[in-house]
């Protein structure tokens, strides 16, 4: 019963920057995969990027986001970051957080943050 509350989502102008927070209101969030997907308007849902579980905090990033994007973890905050630079229109999407227990990257992601929009403009 793992609860994700996103923020941090709204408008910016091409080359500009946004932080997406996720934070997980219970639940053993350490142990947790955490990831984030988007989806377009008329388009599928897309792997963004997570980041595992263990103390490392391996990451993993989709070819169109890796060198922009970051993905980071606060366990003590229980709260999973997405540190978005050099936006670009293709990037505007509802952009969802998710938690896979089991702890891999490759999932399944078994929990979903209600989603939060990321509009780009030029």
């Known amino acids: 019963q793992v609860q994700l509350v996103e923020s941090g989502g709204g408008l910016v102008q091409a080359g500009g920057s946004l932080r997406l927070s996720c934070a997980a209101s219970r639940g053993t969030f350490s142990s947790y995969t955490m990831g984030w997907f988007r989806q377009a308007p008329g388009k599928e849902r897309e792997f963004v990027a997570a980041?595992?579980?263990?103390?490392?905090?391996?990451?993993y990033y989709a070819d169109t986001v890796k060198g922009r994007f970051t993905i980071s973890r606060d366990n003590a905050k229980k709260t999973v970051y997405l540190q978005m630079n050099s936006l670009k229109a293709d990037d505007t999407a509802v952009y969802y957080c998710?938690?896979?227990?089991?702890?891999?990257?490759?999932?399944?992601?078994?929990?979903w943050g209600q989603g939060t929009q990321v509009t780009v403009s030029s």
């Open positions: 980041i595992s579980w263990n103390t490392a905090g391996s990451t």
């Open positions: 998710a938690a896979a227990l089991a702890g891999r990257v490759e999932g399944p992601y078994n929990y």
